[in-house]
């Protein structure tokens, strides 16, 4: 067959063949690449003839009218059709009376629609869904205020995990954020910015991580506000021993669910919720059993006939095992309640966002979304990275993610659904690895990562729908846009009112860091993240530590001795530090500098972590790891109600809270 067909095929398909690395070099996608990926999208490339019918097939689908267009407000909107009359019932329940006229080209226009939403366009025998965008998405300055319009702001970066409280079983929860964002609040603090919460798997308390999730819509239960008697349960060094902890959690939601199944609120809620958390509580109902039978949580291996949420084998055990799925409807209910009662206490305390959930790059194939949403979610592959300068092999995360044709033919209803449930009952929401709504890198099971391709999303699409659902829910975005990135894609996301993330230690000019009154005044200024070293820990050299032990390549001793000299003297240059360094062990002092220093940013927002508010040396993840490092085990020091008390830290927090209100 010929290679150019099959090259045709996959771009039009929306693979990227040919493409560039971080140093500029060339690279072309094999065939035996395409053609695994191709199979993937449902198109046949092993032939000439199956490539041909495959790009004629995509031809035809371009010439049917959509029954789904994104657009934005005031826009015209074109598409394929004969000119006649129209109707758009808005979603507040008035109606528009037109024309739709003729472009000449065997499409139609009409004019654009004035208010953002979701509405629906009546035209001749059949009906097109609207997504109306606004101009830009609900921004950090919407959420301050007109009152507040010059004013700059702060907030905490949190692991909810790490959060301390009484009672808690060794986890934390959203009764403990909720203590904590009070505590924030009270001192200033604008935002509380959290790690996912995303559902992970009930049966399979070994399966931790939250960039992981089962189901990007349905809530982690471990993290319902419920109170455990028995002592709070931690391992070595007193990280968190999660098999023991979720056992406790679920044990004391269980005790909860027979007191509690017959209260009116929870029957309200089974009555509204749609049908994807019900197939949710049903995965989560069989996956459980098949875990306790010693069988696996793996969907794909189920039995045929389970494999199917519709399948007669599925309802019957539905109706055999009622109770086991109204118990996990009951834990989404309480985790639901005790994350809203966390964002009315972030509310109260004074913040202006209050709580920003975390959106994970993607799902676990093995997981609820992925078996639920078969046809809107993208099965075979992984999702990942091409080879880079940090990592030559590149990188399998061993997650998949939304189909773009899938997202098409169901009108986006699983990315609307998930946004819908980032934005409930939070101020805003981080999306991790934000150039995924424009392409991610695919890699065929059994591949290698640099054996991979970028596949294009409908990034205009994707774009308008997170402006809207943000200004629908009143919530800010934040983008994860770090690494390399397309060009122009910055300036898009700020154009769209998406806030981008300016890092310390990626803020250098070589050796040099540059002042954060330099860094973009569209972007969140953050000293690190949970992926990167913590100030403290960065100064003492913990993460060196780390990576020789580990035998992960990077900065060494000497070089950091260097690097060292050169933050201070960035921190003196912008007045937040004067003297002598402090020596290499004094955490506290280097955290007080650094964190006024960053206070100079711009930005409209800067958010800390914990880690760096309390100078610990630890940080909760490193990359590339799992067992080696304690990723995503560690607990903040003291309860989640007083440890912003601690008169170091309370001082800290006060310095900050004026440099940002009253900057120079």
């Known amino acids: 067959m010929s ?52 790009i004629a097939r995509i031809a035809d689908e371009a010439q049917v009218a959509p029954d789904f267009i994104t657009t934005s407000t005031n826009e015209d909107i074109v598409f394929p059709g004969n000119p006649g009359r ?24 009409i004019r654009g629609v004035a208010d953002a939403g979701y509405h629906r366009l009546e035209f001749g025998a059949g009906e097109i869904s609207l997504a109306v965008a606004p101009p830009h998405a609900f921004t950090i300055a919407d959420a301050l205020g007109d009152h507040r319009v010059d004013e700059k702001t702060w907030g905490i970066a949190t692991q909810v995990y790490s959060l301390r409280r009484d009672g808690d079983g060794g986890i934390g929860d959203f009764a403990a954020l909720a203590s904590f964002a009070d505590s924030a609040g009270r001192r200033g603090a604008d935002a509380i910015a959290i790690s996912p919460v995303h559902a992970l798997f009930a049966g399979d308390p070994g ?8 189901s990007r819509i349905a809530i982690n239960p471990v993290y319902a506000p419920v109170d455990c008697q028995d002592a709070p349960t931690t391992g070595p060094d007193d990280l968190i ?15 909860a669910f027979t007191r509690d199944r017959d209260n009116p609120g929870f029957h309200d809620f089974l009555n509204s919720k749609a049908d994807v958390l019900r197939h949710h509580a049903v995965f989560e109902a069989i996956s459980t059993h098949r875990q306790k039978m010693g069988l696996g949580s793996d969907w794909r291996c189920w039995p045929v006939a389970f494999r199917l949420p519709s399948s007669e084998d599925v309802h019957r055990f539905i109706g055999q095992n009622r109770d086991d799925v109204a118990f996990h409807l009951y834990a989404q209910w309480r985790v639901r ?42 099965g075979g592959v992984a999702i990942g990275a091409p080879p880079d300068e940090f990592n030559r ?46 392409r991610l890198w695919l890699i065929p099971e059994g591949a290698e990562p ?19 659902e943000s200004a629908r829910h009143r919530g800010i975005v934040l983008a994860e846009d770090l690494g390399t990135v397309p060009g122009g894609f910055r300036e898009t996301l700020a154009e769209s009112g998406f806030s981008g993330m300016s890092v310390l230690w990626f803020e250098r000019d070589g050796d040099r860091f540059i002042p954060p009154a330099h860094w973009r005044a569209e972007a969140v200024a953050m000293t690190t993240t949970h992926d990167l070293p913590t100030v403290a820990g960065w100064w003492r050299g913990t993460d060196v530590a780390w990576r020789d032990r580990l035998g992960i390549a990077g900065e060494g001793a000497e070089k950091r001795v260097w690097d060292r000299g050169c933050l201070w003297s960035a921190c003196r240059e912008s007045g937040a530090a004067a003297g002598d360094m402090p020596a290499p062990g004094d955490g506290d002092a280097i955290a007080d500098a650094v964190i006024t220093h960053v206070a100079t940013a711009r930005s409209a927002l800067v958010i800390l972590p914990a880690e760096d508010i309390l100078a610990l040396d630890e940080q909760p993840n490193i990359p590339g790891t799992t067992d080696e490092h304690p990723n995503w085990r560690r607990r903040l020091p003291d309860d989640a109600a007083t440890v912003l008390e601690q008169p170091r830290v309370a001082d800290r927090l006060a310095r900050l809270d004026r440099a940002r209100r009253c900057p120079g």
């Open 3 to 54: 290679e150019a067909t099959l090259f045709e095929l996959a771009d039009k398909a929306g693979l990227v063949c040919v493409w560039h690395d971080v140093f500029g070099t060339e690279h072309r996608v094999i065939p035996d690449t395409l053609r695994a990926l191709l199979g993937v999208l449902g198109f046949d490339a092993g032939s000439e003839t199956g490539c041909r019918d495959g």
């Open 86 to 109: 129209f109707r758009i019932v808005h979603d507040n329940g008035s109606v528009t009376d037109g024309f739709a006229m003729d472009t000449g080209d065997g499409l139609v226009r």
């Open 207 to 214: 399966h931790y991580s939250p960039y992981a999730p089962s």
């Open 241 to 255: 021993d999660w098999s023991a902890g979720v056992a406790l959690r679920h044990e004391a939601l269980r005790a």
């Open 337 to 378: 309640s005790g994350l809203r009662d966390a964002q009315k206490a972030a509310r109260d305390s004074g913040m202006a966002i209050g709580l920003i959930a975390d959106l994970a790059v993607g799902v676990d194939p093995a997981g609820s979304d992925a078996w639920s949403r078969q046809d809107e979610m993208l």
């Open 393 to 438: 092999r590149g990188q399998n995360w061993g997650l998949t993610t939304f189909s773009p044709r899938g997202l098409r033919k169901s009108k986006f209803s699983a990315l609307r659904d998930m946004l819908a449930a980032a934005f409930m009952s939070t101020g805003g929401v981080r999306i991790d690895h934000v150039m995924g709504l424009a």
């Open 450 to 468: 640099g054996e991979g391709c970028y596949l294009r999303f409908p990034f205009d699409d994707m774009r308008g729908i997170v402006m809207l």
